[in-house]
């Protein structure tokens, strides 16, 4: 995982989400977005695309701004424990492996 960083970015007035990138790569990847609008800004100002959400589980805290940004990035790939919406996921479970073009994830349920 060698360049590989991970931001913490507060989210509503209690929560966090988590924004993963390599060095040298446009390719990101975000956790749990409660909110969109600061994700978006951020993706921007930096030149960076949202590739790749990954949704730990199914609270509101985690999941409310996944709408928003899979308008403004149609292309995005969602990962999830279970359906979310009624917007086209890949359902995860412990031990799936998650290959991206940052790393490879390995999925454990606690």
Avoid: W
Avoid at 55 to 74: A, C, M, R, W
Wanted: overall charge neutral; charged content about 20%.
């Amino acid at each position: 995982m060698k360049n590989i960083s991970v931001e913490i970015i507060n989210q509503l007035s209690d929560n966090y989400c988590y924004l993963i990138s390599k060095e040298n790569y446009s390719s990101t990847i975000i956790i749990d977005p409660a909110e969109s609008k600061i994700i978006v800004d951020i993706l921007k100002k930096r030149k960076l695309n949202l590739d790749y959400i990954f949704i730990t589980h199914h609270h509101k805290d985690h999941t409310s701004g996944v709408f928003n940004l899979l308008k403004e990035y149609p292309k995005v790939k969602i990962f999830s424990p279970s359906n979310l919406y009624s917007i086209p996921i890949n359902l995860i479970t412990d031990g799936d492996t998650i290959q991206t073009s940052i790393n490879k994830f390995e999925i454990i349920s606690a």
